[in-house]
């Protein structure tokens, strides 16, 4: 198997791999410049939002189809050799980025006889930021390209089940041109180990610490309003209780945070995820968050699986019939809040009775297995393998 080509420097979800049974060394291919963007004066001389605009009606799907030419003609002069020589290709594509869709479509168009597997992060038409972060004149073009996408790939890839059945139901896909693959853990970025307990005990005088990883601001799918009103609801119930925020660098949160929430709520400075992922491992309780909205019933959130292998009880603000508040009953991680009027009371609850006799869950370690990368890893080598040597 050889790496033809990964887009690391703009976008670091998309990869070709070439398979040839025969072996092959890891080769990276570079792609000639992108063409330069003129509207770059505006963010220069202070209008930077006046070209975020500007770009959104010039260029579909993004700016960066200013590379996409030239990427696309590089990598079928490196696939017509492969297929020359006899290998087998396949095209894999992670998105978003919209505008990897343009190359993987080009390339299969082209090359009928390659293998072109999609992986759904985002399901453009179904999630309403994505869709209205396009351009009112592009919906409809966003949608055929979509429909495009679905009709010419041989495996769409979703994060979780949920999202699969919304495919097969609501886009007509057939069902064996679907299958699910979770986001996953990795062990090695972490250094806390549970030991399939969390018995957390309150001692007098101690605040509870709620820690949340990621951006907080991502309307409609999280509202950082409403996440940082209850707990400061829940401090106004006489329960001492910070929230620590890391991994979030958005300016809106730290001016809402700034401007009504500095009494409940930390935001702290950028880290690597591993130093993330350790800081927040500090915390009583781990804070998750989507709005009830049909595209979160099927949300698979990224940090869900690190969240899992942290040992600590997960307040699961979300929807009660969603993906995440199926994987936190399954494993027994935590606790699920749907996000209504009784959410505040739910949480004053669990956290009375963590200050009382404290919290005792018992962690379904062989369910959490399931998402680890070991696991995770040879599902995608087994989709590949069945795709190419089918």
């Given at each position: 198997?050889?790496?033809?080509?990964?887009?690391?420097?703009?976008?670091?979800?998309?990869?070709?791999?070439?398979?040839?049974?025969?072996?092959?060394?890891?080769?990276?291919?570079?792609?000639?410049?992108?063409?330069?963007?003129?509207?770059?004066?505006?963010?220069?001389?202070?209008?930077?939002?006046?070209?975020?605009?500007?770009?959104?009606?010039?260029?579909?799907?993004?700016?960066?189809?200013?590379?996409?030419?030239?990427?696309?003609?590089?990598?079928?002069?490196?696939?017509?050799?492969?297929?020359?020589?006899?290998?087998?290709?396949?095209?894999?594509?992670?998105?978003?980025?919209?505008?990897?869709?343009?190359?993987?479509?080009?390339?299969?168009?082209?090359?009928?006889?390659?293998?072109?597997?999609?992986?759904?992060?985002?399901?453009?038409?179904?999630?309403?930021?994505?869709?209205?972060?396009?351009?009112?004149?592009?919906?409809?073009?966003?949608?055929?390209f979509e429909r495009e996408i679905?009709?010419?790939?041989?495996?769409?890839?979703?994060?979780?089940?949920?999202?699969?059945?919304?495919?097969?139901t609501e886009y007509n896909i057939?069902?064996?041109?679907?299958?699910?693959?979770?986001?996953?853990?990795?062990?090695?970025?972490?250094?806390?180990?549970?030991?399939?307990?969390?018995?957390?005990?309150?001692?007098?005088?101690?605040?509870?610490?709620?820690?949340?990883?990621?951006?907080?601001?991502?309307?409609?799918?999280?509202?950082?309003?409403?996440?940082?009103?209850?707990?400061?609801?829940?401090?106004?119930?006489?329960?001492?209780?910070?929230?620590?925020?890391?991994?979030?660098?958005?300016?809106e949160t730290r001016a809402i945070?700034?401007?009504?929430?500095?009494?409940?709520?930390?935001?702290?400075?950028?880290?690597?995820?591993?130093?993330?992922?350790?800081?927040?491992?500090?915390?009583?309780?781990?804070?998750?968050?989507?709005?009830?909205?049909?595209?979160?019933?099927?949300?698979?959130?990224?940090?869900?699986?690190?969240?899992?292998?942290?040992?600590?009880?997960?307040?699961?603000?979300?929807?009660?019939?969603?993906?995440?508040?199926?994987?936190?009953?399954?494993?027994?991680?935590?606790?699920?809040?749907?996000?209504?009027?009784?959410?505040?009371?739910?949480?004053?609850?669990?956290?009375?009775?963590?200050?009382?006799?404290?919290?005792?869950?018992?962690?379904?370690?062989?369910?959490?297995?399931?998402?680890?990368?070991?696991?995770?890893?040879?599902?995608?080598?087994?989709?590949?393998?069945?795709?190419?040597?089918?």
């Amino acid at each position: 198997m050889r790496l033809i080509y990964s887009l690391k420097e703009h976008c670091p979800k998309m990869s070709l791999v070439s398979t040839n049974h025969k072996g092959g060394n890891n080769q990276g291919i570079t792609i000639p410049g992108i063409y330069h963007n003129p509207l770059g004066i505006l963010n220069k001389i202070g209008l930077g939002r006046i070209e975020v605009v500007l770009d959104k009606y010039i260029y579909f799907p993004s700016p960066r189809i200013r590379y996409i030419k030239a990427a696309q003609k590089k990598l079928a002069k490196i696939i017509q050799c492969d297929i020359d020589q006899g290998c087998r290709v396949c095209i894999f594509n992670s998105l978003p980025h919209h505008d990897l869709g343009l190359v993987g479509l080009y390339l299969k168009k082209k090359f009928p006889s390659i293998k072109w597997i999609v992986d759904w992060r985002d399901l453009w038409s179904y999630d309403e930021k994505y869709f209205r972060s396009f351009a009112p004149i592009y919906r409809d073009k966003l949608i055929c390209f979509e429909r495009e996408i679905f009709d010419n790939c041989d495996l769409n890839v979703t994060t979780n089940d949920f999202a699969r059945e919304v495919l097969i139901t609501e886009y007509n896909i057939p069902a064996d041109k679907v299958i699910s693959i979770e986001h996953a853990f990795s062990r090695e970025d972490i250094e806390y180990q549970s030991d399939g307990t969390s018995n957390a005990k309150y001692k007098s005088g101690n605040v509870i610490n709620i820690g949340f990883l990621g951006s907080m601001s991502k309307s409609p799918k999280v509202s950082a309003i409403k996440v940082l009103g209850a707990i400061k609801s829940v401090k106004m119930s006489g329960i001492d209780v910070v929230l620590n925020v890391y991994g979030d660098d958005e300016a809106e949160t730290r001016a809402i945070i700034n401007r009504s929430f500095s009494d409940v709520a930390v935001l702290h400075n950028r880290r690597s995820h591993k130093e993330s992922l350790k800081k927040v491992a500090c915390s009583d309780f781990l804070l998750l968050a989507l709005e009830d909205l049909p595209n979160c019933h099927i949300i698979n959130l990224a940090k869900l699986p690190h969240y899992l292998i942290l040992g600590k009880p997960i307040l699961a603000m979300v929807p009660d019939k969603s993906f995440v508040a199926n994987v936190i009953r399954e494993t027994n991680t935590g606790f699920v809040i749907p996000p209504d009027e009784n959410a505040v009371k739910k949480m004053v609850d669990i956290l009375r009775k963590y200050k009382g006799s404290g919290i005792c869950l018992k962690i379904k370690e062989d369910v959490v297995e399931r998402y680890s990368w070991a696991r995770i890893s040879q599902k995608w080598i087994d989709t590949i393998n069945s795709i190419c040597f089918d």
